[in-house]
């Protein structure tokens, strides 16, 4: 299970960041200003996560690439400051959603109610096809 402290250890020592050119619309500023932020974490080589953690992220998450690199990009907003923040907090809570247990499901009964229910359309729906049949 990771704690805050090491998703914080993995935040400050194993993630790079990478900027881009926004796309969409733009002004003045579109072609000059990388606002794209980029985090990246190589899952392979990371000397705080163990194996099974590895495995976990590899198998689970969508974010990592063939090469094994989880990467999470944001252009939601017009600095990269801004968009560098999204993207840490979309990083933090992904990295969170992987390792959270499913809870077992309890398997219920049908009701009675339902039960009857179901069975009288079938039976309704047989009569419907009986009355459909021609007699010779």
Known sequence: MLTEQRINDIIRYELS???????????????KVETK????L??????????DEKQTIISKSKYVSKEQIFKIWCEKHRTQLQNKKDALEKFRIHLKSLF???KPRKPTKVSKAAKRKRL???KKSSEKKQLRKKLF
Do not use: H, R, W
């Open 120 to 122: 009288e359309s079938k």
């Open 42 to 51: 190589d899952v392979m080589n990371s000397g705080i996560l163990t194996e």
């Open 100 to 102: 959270v247990k499913a």
């Open 17 to 31: 960041f990478k900027t881009a050119l926004s796309g969409g619309k733009g002004g003045q500023n579109v072609n």
């Open 37 to 40: 932020v980029g985090v990246e």
